[in-house]
């Protein structure tokens, strides 16, 4: 496992109440996805939902989340799921 940064360590540090929205805000390359997974691991009771833009990016992210109760999905699988093909 790599160790979190100072940013990264006060992001999985938060004390968040049940059913809060955490909303991180970094630029390409920062290592939003490698926070989001040590948070996960950290906090294995919650169900967490990645929502990612492409299929090859959600394959990856469930390799990455697999420890975790994490949900791994594209935006386009949760339209579809919601509204069928029309």
């Known amino acids: 496992m790599i160790k979190p940064t100072l940013e990264q360590q006060h992001i999985i540090d938060y004390k968040f109440k049940k059913d809060s929205i955490i909303k991180i805000?970094?630029?390409?390359?920062?290592?939003?996805s490698s926070t989001l997974v040590m948070f996960a691991e950290n906090y294995p009771e919650?169900?967490?939902l990645y929502i990612v833009f492409a299929k090859a990016v959600q394959m990856d992210a469930e390799n990455k989340f697999k420890n975790t109760s994490t949900t791994c999905r594209t935006g386009h699988s949760m339209a579809y799921g919601a509204i069928g093909y029309k």
Not at 25 to 32: E, I, P, Q, S, V
């Open 25 to 32: 805000n970094a630029g390409a390359g920062t290592g939003k």
């Open 46 to 48: 919650l169900d967490m």
